[in-house]
């Protein structure tokens, strides 16, 4: 055979052999599932094993999360779910609000579930992993403490003070600062302080800031525990992390020995120390670490990324932000002469920064989407969900539903003047028993930032262009760089 013929046999046999191993996944699952296998929603199961992850993590990495779900709706159509193999799990995607609102709602059908990477590193006591009875007991022990409106009442003054020093120590930085890695540090801050108080340790609050990062950075990766790969970096910082938490928690039960009946609660940690179930039970120490983990980091990272997202929107968009800036005016007008600082009843009348908030979460695509297991075969709109597999409500996709939201990639808090949306349709905090306990404390967290930043500052980036990443939340690769300025 001459050169030529040879080369066409090895292209035809390597395209043989792409096209085999392309749908060996598939094959599986449909002997697997056997009858069941018609009913399930269209998709492609991908490669054995990896399945559709890397084309997923790229995506991800790039900036352009909604690629994966784009290309499944050319190939099969439009529908309301799709199966594929994601994160070393057999899924189906739900793409509309109807069908996200039955699967966030029902946790008789669908149990928290999330990817093997997050499960690791969370803990198996946090709030996102235990369910029904046990959800609900932690839930109903550690409301008051972040969302009461006493507590609430009580965390201004700290959050006030750390985002006016904050804000003006960027404006005296003579270089441009990573706006995003700077509100991470100061959201940082101010939840160690409510959650951990004065606690005695050795470590900065910038380096234990710096351990939720790398952790952060492995939620969303191949779970392969090995030197070099990001998973691996992460379960070193979280063991770090937790041996922290752990020493703060043996010298908090020491103070309350030797205190004895003089010990008072001060800070959630010592709440969480004190609390005792209807059977007088304590909670033991993995449950503490874990739930002060799982605060620790929903209280600061997913606020950071928002209130980085509100600031360069608002910059973009200078007639937004003078009506944003217009209502803080009216705010600190209206006050009484005596008043010092901001109150609650104050925030709360931020109706437009309300909508901004709302907005920026809509448009950043904060929170993407979440993770949910089917506990049996579940049947909806004539399809067929199968027992065990992954079902995860694709928010970013929601968000950009233009029957729902009109110019959905225009940046317009007007839009939710008197705008009731489709149930389902805009969840950034979870729905019903998963709703997020802390989304008052996020809010009024950055609504205090936003409100400072707009009567003060404002903000000058370098590069508006910025290529985006989604991982592990959208943000711009450079993280924001911008020059912080004080208003005259």
Known sequence: MELKEWLVLIIGSLALIFGVMKRLNGWYYEAKLGKLWPKLPPGDMGWPILGST??????????????????????????????????????????????????????????????????????????????????????????????????????????????????????????????????????????????????????????????????????????????????????????????????????????????????????????LIELKDEDGEELDDETIRDLIFGKLFAGHETSAYTAMWAVLFLTNHPHILQRTKEE?????????????????????????????????????SITFMVFREAVVDVEINGKIIPKGWKVIPWFGELYMDEKQFPSPHEFNPSRWDNFVATPGAFTPFGLGSRYCPGSDLAKLEISIFLHYFLLNYKVEQLDPKCQKTCLPFPHPKDKGLARVHKLE
């Open 328 to 364: 803080q005016e009216d705010i600190i007008k209206r006050r009484p002469t005596t008043q010092k600082g901001l109150s609650l009843s104050e925030v709360k009348q931020m109706k437009f920064l309300y909508q901004v908030i709302d907005e920026t979460l809509r448009v950043g």
């Open 54 to 271: 890397l084309s997923f993590l790229k995506n991800f990495n790039s900036g352009q999360p909604r690629i994966l779900l784009h290309n499944l709706s050319i190939r099969y159509g439009k529908s309301d779910m799709y199966k594929t193999h994601l994160l070393g799990r057999a899924s189906i995607i739900v793409c509309t609000s109807e069908v996200c609102r039955q699967v966030l709602c029902d946790e008789e059908k669908f149990k928290p579930s999330l990817p093997r990477s997050i499960t690791l590193l969370s803990g198996r006591k946090s709030l996102m992993q235990v369910f029904k009875a046990e959800h609900r007991r932690l839930r109903r022990l550690t409301m008051a403490p972040i969302s009461g409106h006493s507590a609430l009442e009580m965390y201004i003054n700290h959050i006030e003070q750390t985002v006016v020093s904050g804000l003006e120590e960027w404006a005296s930085m003579k270089k441009p600062i990573e706006l995003l890695t700077e509100i991470k540090k100061l959201t940082f801050k101010i939840i160690w302080n409510i959650f951990m108080g004065s606690s005695s340790i050795d470590s900065s609050i910038g380096e234990i800031e710096a351990l939720f990062a790398q952790i952060a950075l492995g939620f969303i990766s191949l779970p392969i525990n090995f030197p070099g790969f990001s998973f691996h970096k992460s379960l070193k910082a979280r063991k770090e992390l937790l041996s922290l938490l752990q020493s703060i928690i043996n010298q908090k039960r020491m103070e309350k020995k030797k205190e004895g009946e003089n010990w008072e609660a001060k800070d959630m940690m010592d709440l």
